[in-house]
């Protein structure tokens, strides 16, 4: 059993059993962080699991590649950051098509600060909010970042701070 499984005949190959409980572990360690940070980034429960599930399958069709990086989940949050990229650019392309139909809003969370906190986070240039999101939230260095995010580190730093002071002036916060 040195081959990998077949589904029906001339089906892609299904991951040895191994390599799959090594990657349904990498999903069980991973998948809260990128749920939260997508549900930040779109603001929308529902679209931040389509987004997270596109990117695990995305992952696992290149899990052998994937799993020999020194940073797997980097590679997922870049994954998943490019599906909700091409995501924004379908739906921009989909509004300008029709007329009058506005995008709805999504109710995030129970409380009123993290509505309040959403919204200004949606208001927010996505690359400034991707940076926050990847530094604040997810804890990576502005150099683990600006290669996530195809930057220089600086330019983290810098769209960073422009995004918690444009959050602060937003959410009426004083410094």
Same mark, same amino acid.
């Given at each position: 059993m040195d081959e990998p499984l077949r589904l029906v005949a001339g089906s892609?190959?299904?991951a040895p059993l191994a390599e799959?409980?090594?990657f349904e572990v990498f999903v069980t360690d991973s998948q809260a962080r990128l749920f939260g940070s997508l549900?930040?980034?779109t603001g929308s429960r529902h679209e931040a699991e389509e987004i997270a599930q596109e990117a695990y399958v995305r992952v696992l069709e290149r899990w052998d590649h994937v799993q020999r990086l020194d940073d797997p989940t980097g590679y997922l949050f870049v994954t998943a950051l490019?599906?909700?990229?091409k995501r924004l650019r379908r739906a921009g392309i989909a509004l300008r098509r029709s007329i009058g139909i506005a995008p709805s809003q999504d109710a995030f969370g129970a409380t009123e600060d993290r509505a309040v &906190?959403?919204?200004a !986070?949606?208001?927010l240039p996505l690359d400034q909010r991707a940076a926050l &999101?990847?530094?604040? !939230?997810?804890g990576y260095s502005s150099e683990e970042a600006g290669r996530m995010l195809g930057v220089q580190p600086s330019t983290i730093r810098a769209r960073a701070t422009r995004a918690r002071t444009a959050?602060?002036?937003l959410i009426g916060e004083e410094r």
């Open positions: 892609q190959p299904v799959t409980a090594s549900c930040l980034m490019n599906v909700f990229r &906190v959403l919204g !986070l949606a208001q &999101v990847v530094t604040a !939230l997810l959050l602060r002036e």
